[in-house]
Nanobody, 121 residues
């Protein structure tokens, strides 16, 4: 049974930082790509960042230079370090598992329950 459990969300002021974690179980974590999506109220879900099994990464233009995705295969955990947060980063953030070693569009097959990130003063 695949489980993706996110943690680390919360309320932060503009300019602040948060680190999201996603603990995975029931999967061959080290050989799969992982990623983070987000969905803001009234907006479509969008890819924030992804990391393949070799550590290669991809980021949405809106978060480049501010967010960093990383993975710890021994802990079966993927992280999203978020710095210089802006109000427009407010959304529910979802951890995703890809069915392959790379992060092809449409290949996300398992999703976490989501964690709320709110950036507000």
């Amino acid at each position: 049974q695949v489980q993706l459990v996110e943690s680390g969300g919360g309320l932060v002021q503009p300019g602040g930082s948060l680190r999201l974690s996603c603990a995975a179980s029931g999967i061959l974590f080290s050989i799969r790509a992982m990623g983070w999506y987000r969905q803001a109220p009234g907006k479509e879900r969008e890819l924030v960042a992804a990391i393949n099994s070799g550590g290669g990464t991809n980021y949405a233009d809106s978060v480049k230079g501010r967010f960093t995705i990383s993975r710890d295969n021994a802990k079966k955990t993927v992280y999203l370090e978020m710095n210089s947060l802006k109000p427009e980063d407010t959304a529910v953030y979802y951890c995703v598992h890809y069915r392959g070693s790379n992060y092809y569009v449409g290949d996300a097959d398992y999703w976490g329950q989501g964690t709320q990130v709110t950036v507000s003063s």
